[in-house]
């Protein structure tokens, strides 16, 4: 194991991506908090962690849960060094035309108003000691007009300005913001959506691109999806000193896919 590398916190850690992310750096020798809003699943997490990680219940988009779960973390695992703010959901692939207000302001408030409520009480900690890395969960749906529907491509293209916009604020005062887009990966999260999002929402998993095999040849440069330990190798470089010059930056996970 590495050398202890301070207290990272990753949302959404009770499945898909932020498991995956929450097992990697533990095993890369940071003291994690896993955060998620499904207690059970992230108590799964801790477990397969080895017991290493702390589980904590909390919904991004409201900030009182957010702050009780960070200020849990801090007083058990010690300074705040790396912030993932990974929670986000799928908006089921549907237009503007399709789309009613409701779905559109569940979206927003977990995959954008999520990451900025995450990202605002990361740096309450970090700003007075003048140093963290903070990586944001967007998507090649950010830098697109495809890959998700309306509410998640407008979600994931304001992670992306939102990270690149705390880049330049707050670089010279010792905090690396970046993010990481991914491509199309092999996770539950459409199944995972549509549980959080509710019997009101139609069935979307046969809506959108990278539905089957097929679809994924056709899209990708690579021919297949990548995996949750593609995307948490990616995050772990962010969240580690080898990327210290690195800040703004959207890196892009997808087998080639935004090289077409």
Same mark, same amino acid.
């Given at each position: 194991? &590495? ?29 994690? /908090?896993?955060?998620?809003?499904? @207690? ?7 477990r ?9 219940? /909390? ?8 702050d009780?779960?960070v ?24 237009? !503007?035309? @399709?789309?009613? @207000?409701a779905? %559109? ?13 995450? =990202?605002?009480? /990361?740096?309450? @900690?970090?700003?007075? *000691? $003048? ?28 992670? !992306?300005?939102?990270?690149? $916009? ?12 970046? =993010?990481? =887009? ?11 959506? $549509?549980?959080?999002l ?8 046969? *809506? ?31 969240? &580690? ?15 080639? %896919?935004?090289?077409?």
């Amino acid at each position: 194991m &590495s050398a202890q590398q301070g207290l990272a916190i990753v949302t959404g850690a009770g499945s898909g991506l932020g498991r995956a992310i929450a097992l990697k750096l533990t095993a890369d020798g940071f003291a994690v /908090a896993a955060l998620d809003l499904d @207690e059970s699943a992230v108590r799964e997490t801790a477990r397969l962690a080895g017991g290493k990680a702390l589980a904590l219940q /909390a919904d991004v988009s409201r900030a009182a849960e957010l702050d009780r779960a960070v200020t849990a973390a801090v007083a058990e695992l010690g300074p705040l060094e790396a912030m993932v703010n990974n929670a986000g959901i799928l908006d089921g692939y549907f237009d !503007v035309d @399709e789309m009613d @207000e409701a779905l %559109w302001r569940k979206v927003i408030d977990i995959d954008l108003t999520g990451v900025f409520l995450g =990202c605002k009480r /990361a740096l309450r @900690e970090m700003l007075p *000691r $003048q140093r963290g890395r903070i990586v944001n969960m967007a998507s090649v749906a950010g830098l697109n007009g495809t890959g998700g529907g309306a509410a998640y491509i407008a979600a994931k293209h304001g992670v !992306v300005g939102l990270t690149r $916009q705390m880049a330049v604020q707050y670089g010279a005062r010792g905090i690396r913001t970046n =993010c990481v =887009c991914p491509g199309p990966v092999a996770t539950g999260l459409r199944a995972h959506s $549509q549980a959080i999002l509710g019997p009101g929402v139609p069935d979307m998993s046969g *809506r959108g691109v990278a539905v089957n095999d097929d679809m994924v040849r056709a899209l990708v440069p690579a021919g297949v999806r990548g995996t949750p330990g593609n995307i948490a190798d990616a995050v772990a470089f962010l969240a &580690s000193g080898a990327a210290d010059y690195i800040n703004g930056h959207a890196l892009v996970v997808d087998g080639g %896919w935004r090289a077409k």
